[in-house]
């Protein structure tokens, strides 16, 4: 079993920033991706952005490029998403999720994620 816990979300003004964590644990991978995605409200999950096990490769979506970035911490399971320059189309509930395998490029698609946390919302006021 494992379980993803995201924390940092909240309300905050337009142009401002918040960090998102995730938290990984029980059954661990050798090597596996961790994304974020998002679903706004009356709208599908869409994907954020991705990072590969060894932190080396990174994916964004083309709406949150320069503006957002992912990273991780191997030793503790975490993932962080910073999140600059928000704008109310930002306002989402936002998951971490993990794919489990292998792949140099991190995958981009929700259906190749197999674990997820609950979610964290995220609203950006205008």
């Known amino acids: 079993q494992v379980q993803l816990v995201e924390s940092g979300g909240g309300l905050v003004q337009a142009g401002g920033s918040l960090r998102l964590s995730c938290a990984a644990s029980?059954?661990?991978?050798?090597?596996?991706?961790m994304g974020w995605f998002r679903q706004a409200p009356g709208k599908e999950r869409e994907f954020v952005a991705a990072i590969s096990w060894s932190g080396i490769s990174t994916r964004y979506a083309e709406s949150v490029k320069g503006r957002f970035i992912i990273s991780r911490d191997n030793a503790k399971n975490t993932v962080n998403l910073q999140m600059n320059s928000l704008k109310p189309e930002d306002t989402a509930v936002y998951y971490c999720?993990?794919?489990?395998?292998?792949?140099?490029?991190?995958?981009?698609?929700?259906?190749?994620?197999?674990?997820w946390g609950q979610g964290t919302q995220v609203t950006v006021s205008s």
């Open positions: 999720a993990i794919d489990p395998d292998v792949y140099y490029n991190p995958r981009v698609a929700e259906k190749e994620y197999d674990y």
């Open positions: 029980g059954r661990t991978f050798s090597r596996y991706t």
